[in-house]
C-alpha cells in the first residue's frame, strides 16, 4: 500500500539522453511536487502542480518538464541530460496546505 | 522568501542521552514548520508538524518540538537518543505559492548515536 511510488528507483544513462521519472501517488491528493537532493543532501524545490496551475522554480532549466496525465500521476522528463543533473530525485504529494508525504527517491547518474 | 537555518551539519550524542536538533525560520508571516527525518537511502518520513495550533508539538518516535516565536526557532527534542534514530533530520518551513504551499527545507542535520 505504497502511498507515494515512483519508477524507477536508479536510473544510469549518458549525457544527452532524454529520459523520464515516474511518479504515482494514492492518497487522493490534489498537487504533487518535484524536489532534488544533491550530493550534500541539499533540497530543493523544482515544481509544483495541481490540476489548475504549475508552479515552476525559476532555478530550474527548462530542459526538465512535468508531465500530469492525471491526477494521481506526475512524471517528470528530462530532455538533454548534463553531468550536473545526477541527483536523487524525490516527488511529493499533499492536500491543499497541509503537510507532504514523499515517494522513496530516484537516484540518477548522468555519466 | 522565507528561509530555514539548522545549526550544526552533524550531531552525536550516546545513546541514552538528550538529542537536541536546532532551527531557526525567517518568515514574515505566521510560518508551517516540520521536521523530517531521511534514514539511509530512504525517502522522507514526517515526523512532527506545526500549524498555528499548539506551540509544543509531539511527533512519532518520541520526538517533540516546540515553536518559539520570540526567538523564531522550531528546535526538535527527544529525552532519550536510540541507536535506530541515527538519520539525517530536515526542517522546514511552508510557504505559500498560489494554491500550493512549497517547502523550504534546512541544510540537514546528521545525527550520531553513540553505543
Known amino acids: 500500500d505504497t502511498a507515494v511510488s515512483q519508477t524507477p528507483k536508479y536510473l544510469v544513462t549518458q549525457m544527452g539522453n532524454d529520459k523520464s521519472i515516474k511518479c504515482e501517488q494514492n492518497?487522493?491528493?490534489?498537487?504533487m511536487y518535484w524536489y532534488k537532493q544533491d550530493s550534500k543532501k541539499f533540497l530543493k524545490i523544482m515544481f509544483s502542480?495541481?490540476?489548475?496551475?504549475?508552479?515552476i522554480n525559476e532555478t530550474v532549466p527548462n530542459r526538465f518538464s512535468p508531465k500530469s496525465p492525471d491526477k494521481a500521476h506526475l512524471n517528470l522528463h528530462i530532455n538533454s541530460l548534463e553531468l550536473g543533473d545526477s541527483a536523487v530525485y524525490f516527488c511529493a504529494s499533499s492536500q491543499r496546505v497541509y503537510e507532504q508525504y514523499f515517494g522513496p527517491g530516484t537516484r540518477l547518474t548522468v555519466t | 522568501a522565507q528561509s530555514v537555518t539548522q545549526l550544526g551539519s552533524h550531531v552525536s550524542v550516546s545513546e541514552g542521552a538528550l538529542v537536541l536538533l536546532r532551527c531557526n525560520y525567517s518568515s514574515s508571516v505566521p510560518p508551517y514548520l516540520f521536521w523530517y527525518v531521511q534514514y539511509p537511502n530512504q525517502g522522507l518520513q514526517l515526523l512532527l508538524k506545526y500549524t498555528s495550533a499548539a506551540t509544543l508539538v509531539k511527533g512519532i518516535n518520541g520526538f517533540e518540538a516546540e515553536f518559539k516565536k520570540s526567538e523564531t526557532s522550531f528546535h526538535l527534542t527527544k529525552p532519550s537518543a536510540h541507536m535506530s534514530d541515527a538519520a539525517e533530520y530536515f526542517c522546514?518551513?511552508?510557504?505559500?505559492?498560489?494554491?500550493?504551499?512549497?517547502?523550504?527545507f534546512g541544510s540537514g542535520t546528521q545525527l550520531t548515536v553513540l553505543p
Open positions: 502542480y495541481n490540476n489548475k496551475e504549475l508552479i
Open positions: 522546514a518551513v511552508s510557504e505559500s505559492s498560489g494554491s500550493a504551499r512549497q517547502l523550504t
Open positions: 492518497l487522493g491528493h490534489d498537487t
